[in-house]
Nanobody
C-alpha cells in the first residue's frame, strides 16, 4: 500500500525559506510523476511543482525561480525547497505520486499525502 508522509511545513516571514519533505512508502514504479500541490483557504487546489520519469521537472509560473523540486531515490524522499516566500504562498501543501509519467502538473494523481501547512506572514 502506498503511503506519502509530508513534513517541514511551518510559519515564516516573507522572504524566508522552508524545505518540505515527502517520504514515500510502498511506492516502486519504473515510470512515475511525483509532485507538490497546494490549496489555500477558499481556493482550488493547484499544482506547484512536479518531477517525472527522467527527472523532468515542471513548475507553476507563480513559483518559477523561487521553488526547486528534487528527489533522493536512496531515501525514497521528495523535497520542495521554497525560497523568497510570499504571503500568497500560504497554503496546505500536499505531496502526490502516480505511475502515469505524463501527468506533469495535471491534478489527477492517484496517491496523496495528508498535507503540511505553510504560513507566510508579511
Amino acid at each position: 500500500q502506498v503511503q506519502l508522509v509530508e513534513s517541514g511545513g511551518g510559519s515564516v516571514q516573507a522572504g524566508g525559506s522552508l524545505r518540505l519533505a515527502c517520504a514515500l512508502f510502498g511506492y516502486s514504479y519504473s515510470s512515475y510523476c511525483m509532485g507538490w500541490f497546494r490549496q489555500a483557504p477558499g481556493k482550488e487546489r493547484e499544482a506547484v511543482a512536479t518531477i517525472c520519469t527522467s527527472r523532468s521537472t515542471y513548475y507553476a509560473d507563480s513559483v518559477k525561480g523561487r521553488f526547486t523540486i528534487s528527489q533522493d531515490n536512496a531515501k525514497n524522499t521528495l523535497y520542495l525547497q521554497m525560497n523568497s516566500l510570499k504571503p500568497e504562498d500560504t497554503a496546505m501543501y500536499y505531496c502526490a505520486a502516480d505511475s502515469r509519467y505524463w501527468l506533469r502538473l495535471r491534478d489527477e494523481y492517484k496517491h496523496w499525502g495528508q498535507g503540511t501547512q505553510v504560513t507566510v506572514s508579511s
